[in-house]
């Protein structure tokens, strides 16, 4: 495996930003772990000097148990075709970041889904309205303490399923002789043993 | 005017009959389900032998063909195209979604139970629905506009108040027309 061009880009970012933890983590791929304040200079150094003029992707990922939210970009270069992927964690209580559009148009309507789905206020974006969920007023419903089995149960009509609707698995796995996971017996209770 | 329950009986045959063989299907996709209408529509199923084809807006349509899940937000709009549309007309709730679901039963956005919302005719089920079922769901919907049995618009004006209730529930922000049919 050849990880010249990688293990460059991985020099010429620790040179510029010494807090940068830099993994390479196989051909073509590049995890850049940052503090929130650094974001907006990094980003713009990685599509000035470091040719990664694509932004791919930008996602958010809930650490529940850190009460953090990360923030994911996925950068693109074009003329080494490596993929650079910048996370950061923020504050979940306050979630708060600046905008990049001034780096990526395409950011807004990133931004505007997370902000919807998440939460995350970006400063700076003046079109944090309503995006995709309408009439909306609920804990924003990508966020992991939102219970979604919970509201659907209260807002929406559910039909009861059928008296003799059994799992197949049980009868699969008696005719084969295989072994039913721990997991997955609680999803294949054959109703006429209860 | 001919007054007797006989000849109207005999219109009522006529009238019937005329429905169902021309049924049109307002060309509105909602989920996923709308994959499945140009296979049955095109050549190899070819539905317009039975009268079955699509038309281009809500005012000349007799079908309203619900293909799949519905989010709230989309609910919203087929509860328009559903008012707009002109007597007769009639519901095929299409996919397990609109009938318990399916695989968005814990979705915090989509409806379980379409006929809570709208008067459904024919349910179809099946994820999705291959286009023969497609088929044979228009035929047992042309079975029952045959019978005149098909009354979904009927219970529709009649339980007005019902439906609207359930779809207030659903849909917040309640800006919608009234119309006086």
Known sequence: MNLEKENKFAKQINETFHSAVVKVQRERRIIVELRSDLIPPFLSFAKEYLSFIHMAHYSCVDWLEENKFELVFMLWSYEEDVMLIVKTKIDREKPEFVTIKHLWPQAETYEREIHEMYGVDFKGNDRLGEFILEDWDDLPPMRRDFDTVKYAGEHYFTRPGREDAQDVRETIARHSGEEIPDFAKKYSIRRDEE | ?181
């Open chain 2, 1 to 181: 005017m001919i007054n007797d329950k006989y000849a109207n009986k005999i219109v009522d045959i006529i009238q019937n009959f005329a429905r169902k063989s021309s049924l049109w299907v307002v060309a509105y996709g909602t989920g996923c389900g709308a994959i499945e209408i140009p296979p049955t529509m095109t050549s190899r199923y070819d539905a317009e032998r039975f009268g079955i084809r699509g038309s281009a807006t809500p005012r000349q349509a007799d079908v309203l063909l619900i293909t799949g899940y519905l989010s709230t937000k989309t609910l919203k709009r087929v509860i328009r195209t559903y008012e707009q549309m002109q007597d007769p007309k009639y519901v095929i709730g299409f996919g397990s979604c609109t009938i318990n679901g399916g695989m968005y039963w814990d979705s915090y956005n989509t409806i379980k139970a379409l006929d809570q919302y709208l008067p459904v005719d024919v349910f179809i089920n099946g994820c999705m629905p291959r286009p023969e079922a497609v088929i044979s769901g228009f035929i047992k919907l042309q079975e029952l506009i045959k019978e005149g049995k098909a009354n979904g618009a009927q219970k529709y004006k009649e339980n007005l108040e019902w439906y609207r209730e359930n779809q207030r529930k659903v849909i917040k922000n309640w800006k919608m027309p009234d119309y006086n049919w």
